[in-house]
């Protein structure tokens, strides 16, 4: 099982918190280093093909949303497994549409799960709560005993976490009840793409215990 050293924790922690003054939405990977983030990249679940493209998905997403929504709208875009999860505020259904419509067209894109919201523009400290928010539950699955914590993409809007990832229904239900008892978390859903025992087993190399989209309130 490759699990974070309880030691890296203190690093892990600082580096969440550089997420929240540089950038809500940051580049982990930059602040932790190359070789932690290669140790992970090693251990996902994706295929290396597939954690490649994720990143591509996201940036180019990235560069065409502000095209649509300009100053009426604010969306984050996230890609596990070329699976795309919308999450933010858009003025109105029309833009809803558009920003669907858009990040569908992206190629590589299997599925788009949006959760965007029509009401205003979140404020820089609900976002920023909602960084704080993920570091928590990170922090959370690290210190879980039989979970691999980097299986899992971490998501938070306005108090509502959203789980993605490649898990078994018991990982699942765990990190459920993880993040849902996390503070200042308000909803927990999850958007897994789920896997049988046997192919857990393939993936890590050795037996494992462990072992939709449903809403956890």
Same mark, same amino acid.
């Given at each position: 099982m490759i699990k974070w050293p309880h030691v890296m924790r203190p690093l892990a922690t600082l580096a969440l918190c550089g997420v929240v003054v540089t950038s809500l939405q940051g580049c982990v990977e930059m602040l932790v280093g190359t070789a932690v983030m290669s140790s992970l990249a090693v251990s996902d679940r994706r295929t290396i093909g597939a954690q490649t493209e994720d990143k591509t998905i996201v940036v180019r997403g990235e560069s065409r949303i502000p095209g649509v929504v300009g100053n009426a709208g604010h969306v984050n875009i996230s890609s596990f497994n070329r699976k795309v999860l919308l999450t933010g505020e858009v003025r109105d259904a029309a833009m809803k549409a558009a920003v669907e419509r858009e990040v569908n067209a992206i190629d590589g894109v299997q599925s788009v799960d949006s959760e965007l919201g029509i009401m205003p523009v979140t404020s820089f400290k609900s976002r920023s709560s909602d960084t704080l928010i993920t570091g928590e539950v990170k922090a959370s699955f690290v210190d879980a005993k039989d979970l691999y914590?980097?299986?899992?993409? #971490?998501? /938070?809007?306005?108090? /509502?976490? @959203?789980? +993605? $990832?490649?898990?078994?229904?018991?990982?699942?239900? +765990?990190? $459920?009840? &993880?993040?849902?008892?996390? $503070?200042?978390? +308000?909803?927990? #859903?999850?958007?897994?793409? @789920? &896997?049988? %025992? %046997?192919? *857990?087993?393939? *993936?890590? $190399?050795?037996? %494992?215990?462990?072992? %939709?989209? /449903?809403? /956890?309130?």
């Open positions: 914590a980097n299986s899992f993409k #971490v998501v /938070t809007e306005r108090g /509502t976490v @959203y789980l +993605m $990832g490649r898990v078994t229904q018991r990982e699942g239900r +765990m990190a $459920g009840e &993880i993040a849902s008892g996390v $503070g200042g978390v +308000m909803k927990v #859903v999850k958007v897994f793409e @789920y &896997i049988g %025992d %046997d192919e *857990l087993k393939q *993936l890590h $190399g050795s037996p %494992d215990k462990q072992s %939709d989209k /449903t809403a /956890t309130n």
